[in-house]
Nanobody, 114 residues
Framework: QVQFVESGGGLVQPGGSLRLSCAAS????????MGWYRQAPGKQRELVAF???????NYADSVKGRFTISRDNAKNTMYLQMNSLNAEDTAVYYC????????WGQGTQVTVSS
């Protein structure tokens, strides 16, 4: 079973930037569509962005123009560059296939606060 490890979260001021990383066991990024998801306190997990095997990307309206999803197949790693962060972006961020399948990683906490 594929395991995901997310990293790169932290505390950032409004307007700041972070880059999240997702490592996966096995060479899956070049095969499957992959997504970044987030879950804010008291809310359901939601899709933030996804990237298909051909490289096309898609974003939730709330992050469009601010977040960029990318991947490095050679490193089995996926990234989420997040700019112009605001308080509504505060959440635990996860990566998984798109649509999600199997177990989730521990996620990485992103907190946007002054």
């Amino acid at each position: 079973q594929v395991q995901f490890v997310e990293s790169g979260g932290g505390l950032v001021q409004p307007g700041g930037s972070l880059r999240l990383s997702c490592a996966a066991s096995g060479n899956i990024f070049s095969i499957y569509a992959m997504g970044w998801y987030r879950q804010a306190p008291g809310k359901q997990r939601e899709l933030v962005a996804f990237i298909i095997s051909g490289g096309s990307t898609n974003y939730a309206d709330s992050v469009k123009g601010r977040f960029t999803i990318s991947r490095d197949n050679a490193k089995n790693t996926m990234y989420l560059q997040m700019n112009s962060l605001n308080a509504e972006d505060t959440a635990v961020y996860y990566c998984n296939k798109h649509p999600p399948f199997g177990s989730w990683g521990q996620g990485t906490q992103v907190t946007v606060s002054s």
